[in-house]
T-cell receptor, first 117, second 113 residues
Framework: DTAVSQTPKYLVTQMGNDKSIKCEQN?????MYWYKQDSKKFLKIMFS???????INETVPNRFSPKSPDKAHLNLHINSLELGDSAVYFC????????????????FGNGTRLTVT | AQSVTQLDSHVSVSEGTPVLLRCNYS??????LFWYVQHPNKGLQLLLK??????LVKGINGFEAEFKKSETSFHLTKPSAHMSDAAEYFC???????????FGTGTLLAVQP
């Protein structure tokens, strides 16, 4: 009964490869996010989708492409992986939309640790 | 613009003693404030949230935080630390035109036996 689940948990790959991380939430939320946590634990938002529509796209290289087939899923595809992409990527969801309920907390997945060698 | 500052990157306490994790925020709007906890190799879990109701907010696992507008602070406290409280704690502010969550840099809490 995991609320926000993301796969895989660990991903080790070489530079130049293309990889995807999948995320699913069963909370009925209408907004989903991708966050990147660097080695110093700093969390930064990458993307946010509300009802399958992209509403936040931070300064992220266009090698990163999110895809939301429905409001319960938000996948992250990364092309031409670079060493600097190594990080932990967190998926999250909330209800009310990003411009909606200010007090709506985010529910996070357990993260995907990406290591690029 | 909004920001949040966690004043201590590391805090170490003995088991059974009080915990204080400090957070100051800056916001042009009436913010919502949250504390999240992250245990090793885990996602972030919501501890508590402030949303302009009561200024003293109680959360899970015995944690609470007090919103002090005059001091722009939202410090997290717990009367008695437990070994299982050892984790990274993040103070988060939300609000403004974009309604984005802004995370603090985290405070690593160590609990000594």
């Amino acid at each position: 009964d995991t609320a926000v689940s993301q796969t895989p948990k660990y991903l080790v790959t070489q530079m130049g490869n293309d990889k995807s991380i999948k995320c699913e939430q069963n909370l009925g939320h209408d907004t989903m996010y991708w966050y990147k946590q660097d080695s110093k634990k700093f969390l930064k938002i990458m993307f946010s989708y509300n009802n399958k529509e992209l509403i936040i796209n931070e300064t992220v290289p266009n090698r990163f492409s999110p895809k939301s087939p429905d409001k319960a899923h938000l996948n992250l595809h990364i092309n031409s992986l670079e060493l600097g992409d190594s990080a932990v990527y967190f998926c999250a969801s909330s209800q009310g939309g990003h411009a909606g309920r200010i007090n709506s907390p985010l529910h996070f997945g357990n993260g995907t640790r990406l290591t690029v060698t | 613009a909004q920001s949040v500052t966690q004043l201590d990157s590391h805090v170490s306490v003995s088991e059974g003693t009080p915990v204080l994790l400090r957070c100051n925020y800056s916001s042009s709007y009436s913010p919502s404030l949250f504390w999240y906890v992250q245990h090793p190799n885990k996602g972030l879990q919501l501890l508590l949230k402030y949303t302009s109701a009561a200024t003293l907010v109680k959360g899970i696992n015995g944690f609470e935080a007090e919103f002090k507008k005059s001091e722009t602070s939202f410090h997290l406290t717990k009367p008695s630390a437990h070994m299982s409280d050892a984790a990274e704690y993040f103070c988060v502010v939300r609000g403004g035109a974009t309604n984005k969550l802004i995370f603090g840099t985290g405070t690593l809490l160590a609990v000594q036996p």
